[in-house]
């Protein structure tokens, strides 16, 4: 646990006098997920100012491949995703953060149709899918291979639809806005100063801050996520002085794409729970040997018995092996990671996958409660920046779109 922050209080310096001020009520830091959602939740008489690091559409949750899971099949059950969630978190997880959040999960899905996300269907009902750890098909999904895009696509559409409707307008979007660092006064945080190229540094007070700056995949070599996933949130509010936990919680996904030399793209794991098989270079289907639920083990048994097996067999990667599998199946579910695998010369249903494990989602992050809130006094936080107790040690797959939402709203 990282509770002390460190002497020199802010990163940059600057000069109050010559820094411009702005002032809100709410001031939401990053714009994925957790924090569209959160915005969109927002009572429209406050003024609110969102502030995104890239561009809006470029997030963590927008590269989101697999899905969100939740209960929508009749002949499963809320304590069906409880369980799992928790078996997968290793005895690690808030019992009571899980029960809220699963039983939430239909009705949040619900609630993105009506912003407009258009999930894949099958007989006019939603398509579901299995991942890593599920014991029943219940990953909604989009656009096959690319739920996030489509996610993310509604609630943008939502959100600056908002910001442009409002008279008078309550309600601003900053692209390009870097967070330098909270603002604090008597330990209670104030808002934030920021840069972007219009304004320079800039303070935003607020009366209360949102945090959504989501991951740090960044931080390692091999990771999933785009450039932008750098732990600026976390980094950010230890300065402020809010409690932060287990940050040596990261989950790694097993099959990350593996060309030498070339940047890495997961593949997600509904290959798998479509029925894929990892093979090593021998062609042995290794999972036998580690673990009874085969490929589809939660992640961290699946990237532990990978990393076993490479070492075993002196190989950079195993395999992803779809070549039992109908190609049309193949071709319709994955289209995006059909495309990338054809990028490098590879035919997906045809040819075995080289893949190894790489970073992909913080575990550890900011503590907050069961409503959002930090040990900060006037910090909230959602998402994948924080600690919710929601995911334990290893995070269930398709759980971590589905607590943006849920701490989002
Ligand atoms: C994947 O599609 O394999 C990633 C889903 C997740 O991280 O939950």
């Not at 002032?23 to 830091?29: E, G, H, S, T």
């Not at 300065?239 to 099959?255: S, Y």
């Not at 990237?303 to 109908?326: E, G």
Request: aromatic share 6%.
């Amino acid at each position: 646990m990282l509770t002390h922050a460190p002497k020199r209080r802010y990163l940059a310096r600057f000069d109050a006098k010559r820094v411009p001020h702005m002032f809100a009520d709410v001031l939401v830091i990053g714009a994925g997920i957790a924090g569209v959602r959160a915005a969109l939740e927002i009572d429209p008489r406050l003024r609110v100012i969102v502030v995104s690091k890239d561009r809006i559409e470029l997030s963590n949750s927008a590269w989101a491949q697999g899905g969100i899971a939740g209960v929508l099949d009749p002949e499963d059950a809320i304590s069906n995703h409880a369980d799992d969630t928790m078996v997968a978190g290793a005895g690690m997880c808030d019992k009571a953060v899980v029960d809220a959040v699963v039983e939430a999960a239909p009705d949040l899905i619900r609630e993105l149709m009506e912003y407009g996300a258009q999930f894949d269907k099958v007989d006019g009902r939603i398509a579901l899918t299995r991942e890593g750890g599920h014991s029943h098909r219940r990953i909604a999904h989009a656009l096959g291979d690319a739920t996030g895009k489509e996610v993310m696509r509604a609630l943008i559409d939502s959100v600056r639809g908002e910001a442009m409707g409002r008279e008078p307008s309550t309600l601003d979007i900053w692209e390009e806005t870097f967070t330098i660092d909270l603002l604090t006064h008597d330990d209670t945080c104030r808002g934030a100063i920021v840069w972007n190229p219009d304004h320079g540094k800039t303070f935003i007070w607020a009366k209360q801050a949102i945090l959504c700056t989501g991951g740090a995949g960044r931080l390692y070599r091999e990771t999933t996520n785009p450039d932008i996933a750098t732990a600026d949130g976390h980094a950010i509010a230890f300065r402020a002085g809010a409690e932060l936990r287990d940050m040596e919680m990261m989950q790694f996904h097993p099959t990350v794409l593996y060309i030498a030399g070339s940047s890495r793209h997961l593949i997600s794991e509904a290959v798998r729970g479509e029925g894929a098989y990892l093979v090593d270079a021998t062609g042995d289907r290794f999972m036998e040997d580690y673990d009874e639920r085969l490929e589809l083990a939660p992640r961290d048994i699946v990237s532990r018995a990978i990393t076993k097996q490479m070492n075993k067999t002196r190989q950079p990667c195993v395999y992803l092996d779809l070549r039992h599998l109908p190609p049309t199946l193949v071709n319709e579910r994955f289209p995006h990671i059909k495309q990338v695998c054809r990028e490098f010369g590879l035919d997906l249903p045809q040819d075995l996958i080289p893949v190894r494990p790489g970073a992909h989602y913080m575990i550890g992050g900011v503590t907050i409660d069961s409503d959002g809130r930090t040990t900060l006094p006037g910090l909230w936080a959602a998402g994948e920046v924080t600690s919710s107790g929601l995911h334990g040690a290893n995070r269930l797959a398709s759980n971590s779109l589905l607590e943006g939402l849920f701490h989002g709203r």
